[in-house]
């Protein structure tokens, strides 16, 4: 395990003088800087974004270097806690990974010990990325970037509140920076705006109510409004919404998957399909935000190196992908596999109390659940050490440095580590 303590080493002289990538939400801000404070914590500077200073607060500016490996509770060597994971995998006949809350290199080691141990993986956001995936795959869809939302989208049709959950979201789009656009006009789907949007120089902003206090009810009478089709008894505002839609220059629908519910991928279709008819005559997109917590990189991962998404089995038949089967809340209610590796490096999220064995690898001061079998604490892309997220956009792949030194392994080198012993360990027939 010494090269999974490699990550040890603090950070050159250069790599600290390069701009910090916030790892803590995928708008993944680049320009903000983070200040040791005498008491040891780290505060952000260039921005007041609760977000990140809340995902800051869970660090001091120095590593907890008591942070230490457990075996069923009590203390171990990293080397055990490794070797006793290892034996954990051997023992399962169908493990889950879940929470999968790591940067590219983790999921990538990931990967390797999913098909190795023949393991079914889901993120936490497993839903939400259910949501975007299926709407794509059904209808596919036209999307944009946040530098073409800055330059170009003059309409912004938000069914979400975005700076709820990506605080930084307008700032990062030049909304009220006139020599941008001169104008811009956000019309929001039966959400209050954010107050922060008032007064900006150059923005207008609406709230619309929803036809028949439904959002799927409102998307489909708005794309038939803007296929040109009559709607007996549209709401005029609907109406005049399609026509502003069609005048744009560059229209631009931001959602949220997460948002969207149980049935989302039916309100995104009809997104999509809105979308997709605007292209016709003039240029608009969709956008997309989430993907947080590693949800969208460990999707895009994985895709690259199976061809297929997460909520997929590597079973010795071959690839198994059923998003609905290998829900994890599903598999785990139904007692369907029988072990669990969750993983959080970003927060101290506690793995979810299944009764099954469960190995951790997670924040230091993640708490431990009722079943914890192995804990192994790990550093924290961005804070911990270096490495890389992908945008909410999807297209762009952001580096991330660390803050400062830990001897704490990174999911990549924690999970690199079990994947050789557990290459090693004799399969345990279990009776
Ligand atoms: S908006 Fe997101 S990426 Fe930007 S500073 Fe806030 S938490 Fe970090």
């Known amino acids: 395990m010494d090269d999974a303590r490699a990550t040890g080493s603090p950070p050159d002289a250069a790599a600290a003088a390069a701009p910090w990538t916030c790892p803590f939400c995928t708008l993944l801000c680049d320009g903000f800087g983070v200040d040791a404070q005498p008491d040891g914590s780290l505060r952000l500077s260039g921005s007041d974004c609760p977000r990140a200073r809340a995902g800051l607060a869970q660090f001091t500016a120095t590593p907890d270097t008591a942070a230490t490996p457990r075996i069923n509770g009590q203390p171990a060597?990293?080397?055990?806690?490794?070797?006793?994971?290892?034996?954990?995998?051997?023992?399962?006949?169908?493990?889950?990974f879940g929470g999968?809350?790591?940067?590219?290199?983790?999921?990538?080691?990931?990967?390797?010990?999913?098909?190795?141990?023949?393991?079914?993986?889901?993120?936490?956001n497993g839903p939400a990325l259910f949501t975007a995936a299926r709407a794509l795959q059904d209808r596919g869809g036209f999307t944009t970037t946040l530098a073409e939302v800055r330059t170009r989208a003059?309409?912004?049709?938000?069914?979400?509140?975005?700076?709820?959950?990506?605080?930084?979201?307008?700032?990062?789009?030049?909304?009220?920076?006139t020599s941008l656009l001169a104008q811009r006009r956000i019309v929001y789907l039966g959400l209050e705006p954010e107050a922060a949007l008032q007064g900006l120089p150059g923005v207008s902003v609406e709230t619309l109510p929803l036809q028949g206090g439904d959002l799927f009810t409102t998307l489909s009478v708005l794309q038939a409004l803007c296929a040109n089709r009559p709607v007996p008894g549209a709401d005029a505002a609907l109406v005049d919404l399609s026509e502003a839609l069609a005048a744009a220059h560059y229209a631009v629908l931001?959602?949220?998957?997460?948002?969207?519910?149980?049935?989302?991928?039916?309100a995104a279709e009809s997104l999509h399909q809105i979308v997709n008819t605007l292209n016709h005559a003039t240029r608009a997109a969709s956008l997309a935000l989430g993907g947080?917590?590693?949800?969208?990189?460990?999707?895009?991962?994985?895709?690259?190196?199976?061809?297929?998404?997460t909520r997929t089995h590597?079973?010795?038949?071959?690839?198994?992908?059923?998003?609905?089967?290998?829900?994890?809340?599903?598999?785990?209610?139904?007692?369907?596999?029988?072990?669990?590796?969750?993983?959080?490096?970003?927060?101290?999220?506690?793995?979810?109390?299944?009764?099954?064995?469960t190995l951790v690898l997670g924040h230091p001061d993640t708490p431990a659940c009722a079943a914890e079998s192995?804990?192994?604490?790990?550093?924290?892309?961005?804070?911990?050490?270096?490495?890389?997220?992908?945008?909410?956009?999807?297209?762009?792949?952001?580096?991330?440095r660390a803050l400062r030194g830990e001897s704490l392994p990174?999911?990549?080198?924690?999970?690199?580590?079990?994947?050789?012993?557990?290459?090693?360990?004799?399969?345990?027939?279990?009776?």
């Open 410 to 431: 990174g999911v990549a080198q924690a999970v690199a580590a079990i994947t050789a012993a557990f290459e090693s360990v004799e399969r345990v027939e279990t009776a």
């Open 100 to 124: 999968l809350g790591t940067d590219v290199a983790g999921a990538r080691a990931l990967y390797r010990l999913a098909e190795r141990s023949g393991a079914v993986s889901d993120h936490a």
């Open 254 to 266: 931001v959602w949220e998957p997460a948002r969207l519910g149980g049935h989302g991928a039916l």
């Open 292 to 309: 947080n917590d590693g949800a969208g990189t460990v999707q895009q991962v994985f895709t690259w190196l199976s061809g297929l998404p």
């Open 314 to 357: 590597c079973s010795p038949l071959g690839l198994e992908h059923d998003p609905l089967r290998h829900d994890a809340a599903l598999l785990l209610a139904r007692g369907d596999v029988d072990a669990l590796l969750w993983v959080s490096a970003f927060h101290p999220v506690a793995a979810p109390d299944a009764g099954l064995p």
């Open 374 to 400: 192995v804990f192994i604490p790990v550093a924290t892309p961005g804070i911990g050490h270096a490495g890389h997220l992908f945008r909410t956009d999807g297209t762009v792949l952001m580096p991330l």
């Open 154 to 177: 003059d309409l912004l049709v938000c069914l979400t509140r975005p700076s709820d959950n990506f605080p930084e979201f307008f700032r990062r789009c030049g909304v009220g920076d």
């Open 77 to 96: 060597t990293l080397d055990a806690a490794v070797a006793a994971a290892a034996r954990l995998l051997r023992r399962s006949r169908l493990p889950l």
